[in-house]
């Protein structure tokens, strides 16, 4: 637990720290979009908040050899660098994503267009794959399959939430807490040990979340889609197989459910949502 809770500590400090440093360097043309108000913000700073995880997850492996498992530290830095490069090209490109999966499959088979969206979801679940296999997470196609899906679909949730500023980080803080906490009371201490991983990331986007709130920038794909995809990684190398099954499907369900539905709308309907949602922002919806 004193190693969770210092890696999530240190990556706060070290995401509050790397905004106010090279916040200033992200400030370019292309990298600069309209927020749900119209502001004009910088769209990519989940580019920092992968920096301090990665710098975070390589220190984890340098120097808890004994604690923790190399090759799962690879497979972070792996998901971590790819999820990024994937999301920050969908945040760069000028073309439209598509509008959800549905979407982006008619645009691929009526107009013969890879959109972005198109290319991240392949590519997303193309590394979720390699990464799992390099950590030797699972030991059956079954697993290995349901493991891949668990890590897209949490990328991809978090990606749906990212339309207001904090929400998927702060999506990604009960997820965090849930998963720590049931950790701590009914699994290994090995298993505990693990949940580090996911606190680089987690640690390294709230240390934005204060200048995301008062709409200094958004983290973009560039930020949700790596916190996502780690996640999901470490609840998968903490999790009991029902669990799992559990999660994929709850996961699966969302992510379809938001094809017909709109997240805003049903959090801005719910008043005790509405509230959390609110909180901390300087402008409230």
Same mark, same amino acid.
């Given at each position: 637990?004193?190693?969770?809770l210092?890696?999530?500590?240190?990556?706060?400090?070290?995401?509050?720290? &790397?905004?106010?440093?090279?916040?200033?360097?992200?400030?370019?043309?292309?990298?600069? %979009?309209?927020?749900?108000?119209?502001?004009?913000?910088?769209?990519?700073? *989940?580019? =920092?908040?992968?920096?301090?995880?990665?710098?975070?997850?390589?220190?984890?492996?340098?120097?808890?050899?004994?604690?923790?498992?190399?090759?799962?530290?690879?497979?972070? =830095? +792996? +998901?971590?660098?790819?999820? /990024?490069? =994937?999301?920050?090209?969908?945040?760069?490109?000028?073309?439209?994503?598509? !509008? *959800?999966?549905?979407?982006?499959?008619?645009?691929? =088979?009526?107009?013969? %267009?890879?959109?972005?969206?198109?290319? %991240?979801?392949?590519? *997303?679940?193309?590394?979720? &794959?390699?990464a799992?296999?390099?950590?030797? &997470?699972?030991?059956?196609?079954?697993?290995?399959?349901?493991?891949?899906?668990?890590?897209? /679909?949490?990328?991809?949730l978090?990606?749906l939430?990212?339309?207001?500023? !904090?929400?998927?980080?702060?999506?990604?803080?009960?997820?965090?807490?849930?998963?720590?906490?049931?950790?701590?009371?009914?699994?290994?201490?090995?298993?505990?040990?693990?949940?580090?991983w996911?606190?680089?990331?987690?640690?390294?986007?709230? *240390?934005?979340?204060?200048?995301?709130?008062?709409?200094?920038?958004?983290?973009?794909?560039?930020?949700? @889609?790596? +916190?996502?995809?780690?996640?999901?990684?470490?609840?998968?190398?903490? &999790?009991?197989?029902?669990?799992?099954?559990?999660?994929?499907?709850?996961l699966?369900?969302? @992510?379809?459910?938001?094809?017909?539905?709109?997240?805003?709308?049903l959090?801005?309907r719910?008043?005790? +949502?509405?509230?959390?949602?609110?909180?901390?922002?300087?402008?409230?919806?």
């Amino acid at each position: 637990m004193i190693l969770t809770l210092g890696v999530f500590v240190v990556s706060g400090l070290g995401g509050l720290l &790397a905004w106010g440093r090279l916040g200033s360097s992200l400030q370019r043309k292309s990298w600069v %979009k309209p927020n749900y108000r119209g502001q004009q913000l910088v769209a990519v700073s *989940g580019l =920092l908040s992968v920096l301090v995880a990665l710098i975070s997850t390589i220190s984890l492996i340098v120097n808890f050899q004994d604690s923790l498992r190399a090759k799962h530290g690879m497979s972070v =830095l +792996l +998901l971590l660098a790819t999820f /990024c490069v =994937l999301g920050f090209f969908d945040d760069v490109s000028a073309q439209q994503s598509g !509008g *959800g999966f549905v979407g982006h499959l008619k645009a691929l =088979l009526r107009e013969r %267009k890879v959109t972005s969206g198109l290319f %991240k979801l392949f590519g *997303g679940l193309t590394i979720s &794959a390699i990464a799992l296999v390099v950590a030797d &997470a699972t030991t059956t196609w079954v697993e290995l399959i349901r493991a891949v899906l668990l890590v897209a /679909c949490s990328a991809n949730l978090l990606n749906l939430f990212d339309r207001a500023p !904090g929400r998927a980080t702060k999506v990604g803080i009960v997820w965090w807490v849930v998963l720590v906490g049931s950790v701590a009371l009914w699994a290994s201490p090995s298993a505990l040990v693990s949940t580090a991983w996911a606190s680089a990331i987690v640690g390294a986007a709230v *240390g934005l979340l204060p200048s995301e709130l008062l709409e200094r920038h958004m983290q973009g794909d560039s930020g949700v @889609n790596a +916190l996502g995809a780690i996640l999901g990684f470490t609840t998968v190398l903490v &999790a009991s197989d029902q669990i799992e099954w559990l999660l994929l499907v709850a996961l699966l369900g969302l @992510n379809l459910w938001s094809e017909r539905v709109s997240f805003s709308s049903l959090i801005a309907r719910n008043q005790v +949502l509405r509230r959390l949602d609110n909180m901390g922002s300087s402008f409230p919806r």
